[in-house]
């Protein structure tokens, strides 16, 4: 069955923060780069390592970019429409059928949220699409505490408020029904949350629609 949803998201909003391919690169690089170098020995050091990797500092400037594109996009680029991957919505969906009250329908394993329920914008894209391609001026900014001591190191994330996420699910019902799909994302969406800093309110949304097609 294939549905088209909307999710509409209003304050606070939804943050992406994806950890891309190109972040994995630079934290590899920085290994090479001792942080009590001079400055003068650091960029010496980053130098060595970008060329021990084939990669020359024009190339390291775009790893920077890239890695830090805040959200996911419709052609990869910055300048491509923000959208909501298949994947995020599927690892919402196992978050929503773990936390789920008895009384809430839920999918009963992590697997079979990848096998029953996918995600379209309709044209190709395994996505929601948000009608955004611009991040909010404001951000999100807090200190969060480090997972190996009491640190806290600051952290300042992008966000998108006031949207509505549309696309179709292409839905397996052996999986779960649609009128008990349509009851889990309810649920979720109000009390789980989709995205990053959802402990902080972020990606809480409503559904305003769910069409059977």
């Excluded at 090479?32 to 024009?58: F, W």
């Excluded at 951000?139 to 179709?168: C, P």
Aim: glycine share 8%; charged share 30%.
């Amino acid at each position: 069955m294939k549905i088209a949803v909307s999710l509409s998201f209003a304050d606070p909003g939804y943050i992406g923060k994806p950890y891309w391919p190109q972040r994995n690169t630079l934290i590899n690089i920085s290994k090479d780069v001792h942080p009590k170098l001079s400055e003068a020995k650091k960029q010496a050091a980053l130098n060595a390592a970008c060329e021990k990797r084939g990669i020359t500092m024009d190339d390291y400037t775009t790893l920077v970019e890239m890695a830090a594109r805040p959200f996911y996009t419709s052609d990869e680029t910055r300048a491509g429409e923000i959208v909501i991957p298949q994947r995020i919505f599927q690892s919402f969906l196992n978050n929503a059928s773990q936390e789920a009250p008895k009384a809430i329908p839920r999918i009963p394993s992590k697997g079979l949220t990848f096998i029953g329920v996918k995600v379209s914008d309709g044209n190709g894209g395994k996505f929601f699409r948000t009608g955004m391609y611009e991040k909010d001026a404001k951000l999100f900014e807090r200190f969060v505490k480090m997972e190996e001591s009491n640190q806290r190191t600051f952290s300042s994330d992008s966000y998108i408020a006031d949207f509505e996420a549309s696309g179709v699910i292409d839905l397996d019902e052996e999986v779960i029904k649609s009128d008990e799909l349509r009851k889990l994302v309810e649920y979720a969406g109000r009390w789980t949350g989709l995205g990053s800093a959802r402990p902080q309110g972020f990606g809480r949304f409503t559904v305003s629609e769910w069409k059977e097609m």
